[in-house]
């Protein structure tokens, strides 16, 4: 019964903290564009550079 209730709670913090990673991510996503909408809308055109 311990042994469950541990894998239990294990189970739950990784779904917790990839829950947070994907929220991050979405936040960093919104972020970008955002700052691309306000360049976009101050004519602002910066091209970026891919590095291969």
Same mark, same amino acid.
């Given at each position: 019964?311990?042994? !469950?209730?541990?894998?239990?709670? =294990?189970? +739950?913090? %990784? @779904? ?6 994907? *929220?991050?991510?979405?936040?960093? !996503?919104?972020?970008?564009?955002? =700052?691309? +909408?306000? %360049? @976009? ?6 091209? *970026?550079?891919?590095?291969?």
């Amino acid at each position: 019964m311990e042994l !469950a209730s541990l894998v239990r709670d =294990i189970l +739950r913090q %990784r @779904h917790v903290e990839r829950l947070a990673q994907h *929220r991050e991510q979405d936040n960093e !996503a919104e972020a970008e564009w955002e =700052i691309a +909408r306000w %360049r @976009h809308r101050s004519g602002v055109v910066i091209q *970026r550079r891919y590095e291969l």
